[in-house]
């Protein structure tokens, strides 16, 4: 008997320790050793000058398992001190029956090196790191937010979460007499890597000036929201994007969701009379008129197949600078009717209109761009002056900026550089041209056109003297209800500076603003304005124009003969070339006046104070070097 016990015995230690070794020494080391995950650290983000705009705080999380705790009062009143808490606090949740319990979060040390919780089973401590943006308000749309777990949720934080997650790594631990877990030097060990860190285009000035100015206009404005972009024109580097009001993406779950999202390129709005530029280059661009030709604008009422089509002002005849200059809806839509819908859809397109920009963000819309086939008797006109077509902040920036930089439409970019440390890996964005829009001479010729819209027309409260900008003014009714409100309005503004050699574009937009700031001119235009202002006085970098303003391109006799059809000329443009043509003065100010009259060689009489609402000589007739011009203001 003894000696049948004695073989089973043999035989079940045989089977232990040879046939089913391997077996039972993972057993064992399931109940002496842990693996212990490493996070990394998430990558940290900086604007263009390398200032932080993210940082990864580390903090703790402190678990228990109640069933393994023998003083649960006790362990509760030494959290009570140490965490600043009543100790029933924790006793609730050390009895709340649940096999694991948290018993606090965001604690910022590792209380559990304390020598008196050192000595307690059942407590356990995790460390995590959280992300924080020092700036709050800032660019936190642009920047977005991370879970509870790290992980890119929104804005560039999600945009580029692959680069900034890093690589997990391990650790093995083993369970010493104490019964804790440590590290041992014969176990194995894989570094967590962290995160790539990104700069981006962003500068934190431009976009503290840029959300200041749009907040203070809304409230100004009474307006539902502003948004604004302000990017290079020559590359498509954003340098600050925002809509107002905004959100902390410290506490993002604190404000409502629409206040996340960075409208400048999810949300799209009818852009009005910022979107003549359009129909303007492709007349030039596809040569159906010249710079001369004159258009009946019907004393400021139109109709339009069976649509009423008004100007906020009495006009007779205008030509392109001058419809620019004034805004008139009639004169854009009797140019529209020259090129066609096929045209005017061509450069829709061409300008990026209807499509996405592939900014590197998640939540850009394509905007709205109806095939031409499916245009409407009216849709031409309706789209010419910048109706029945939506556009996004960013996408009419992009346009802009073509005229800026002479005729390309660049992909605009948000991240400049991504540095790793995973494999010393550095990736510097380049600046890319999508395709070319139309010639530099046309742009030339519109950039100046739109230095005149705010030198004389209805972008002045734009103008900021000796830095030459250039603009455009929208207005436009919003779209509600199957009708156009005569209420409710988008005002919007885009210009550059300086427009002989353009450095910053910015463009405004307004919703819903109280009238009168409804105008482009009057709303938008003035947030542009201040926001421009504080760029220049802060950035010394930006440098002002050399020169002082030429004469606009319709008064520029070499640049109009090349673009005067010879076969079919216009007796007034020939008269041009040949002789003074005494300008339309009326609605100008005297600063604006004064300079006209000086380049045409002519002598001024002023009477009155105020803007010009009368002449002599009329408009239109031929003068003499040093004529008397009589002129009438109030």
Known sequence: MIIMVWLILCGRLFSIQIINSNEYQKVVKKQTQIKEIILPDRGIIFDKNNSVLTRNITHYTLIANPSKINDKIKLSNILGVMLDKKPDYYLKKLNNGNKFSYLERNIKKNILENETLKSIKGIYIKKHSRRVYPHGEIASQILGYTDTDGI????????????????????????????????????????????DNLKLTIDLQYQSILQDELERRRIETNSISAMGIIMNPQTGAILAMSSMPGFDNNSF??????????????????????????????????????????????NGEFI????????????????????????????????????????LYKYSRLFGFGSKSKIDLYGETNGS???EKKWSKISLGQISMGHEIGVTALQLALAYSSIANGGYLVKP??????????????????????????????????????RKVVTQGTGEYADVAGWEIAGKTGTAQKYIDGQYSNEKFISNFVGFF??????????????????????????????????VKRIINMDDTIKPPIKKDKILVSENLKSLKKNIDLKNPVSLSMNILKKRIMPDLRGESLKNAM????????????????????????????????????????
């Open 152 to 195: 890119g949720i929104s804005g560039v934080e999600k945009f580029f979460n692959n680069y900034l997650s890093g690589n997990t790594g391990n650790v093995i631990k083993s369970r010493g007499w104490s019964g804790k877990y440590q590290q041992k030097s014969d176990l194995p060990y894989i570094p967590a890597i962290n995160g």
């Open 253 to 298: 779950s604190k404000f409502d969701i629409s206040k996340h999202r960075c409208k400048v390129i999810t949300d799209q709005f009818e852009p009005g009379s910022t979107y003549k530029i359009v129909t303007a280059i492709a007349a030039m661009d596809e040569g159906k008129l010249n710079l001369f030709e004159e258009y009946n604008c019907e």
């Open 304 to 343: 339009y197949f069976d649509k009423k089509i008004e100007d906020h002002e009495k006009y007779g005849h205008l030509n392109l600078s001058q419809i620019m200059k004034y805004s008139s809806n009639i004169g854009i839509i009797k140019i529209a009717e020259k090129i066609g819908s096929k045209t």
């Open 369 to 371: 761009l109806k095939d």
């Open 413 to 450: 970019y948000i991240v400049d550089e991504v540095n790793s440390e995973k494999d010393e890996f550095y990736k510097k964005t380049s600046p890319k041209v999508i395709r070319k829009i139309a010639t530099e001479e046309i742009m030339t010729n519109m950039k100046n056109m739109l």
């Open 498 to 531: 300086p427009a002989s050699n353009p450095q910053i574009l910015t463009a405004i937009i307004l919703d819903e603003p109280k009238m009168p700031m409804h105008w482009g001119g009057t709303g938008a235009a003035v947030a542009f304005k201040r926001v």
């Open 595 to 634: 300079r006209i009259i000086s380049d045409l060689g002519l002598t001024i009489k002023v009477n009155g104070s105020g803007k010009i609402f009368s002449q002599i000589p009329k408009p239109g007739k031929i003068v003499k070097n040093k004529e008397v011009c009589a002129v009438y203001l109030k």
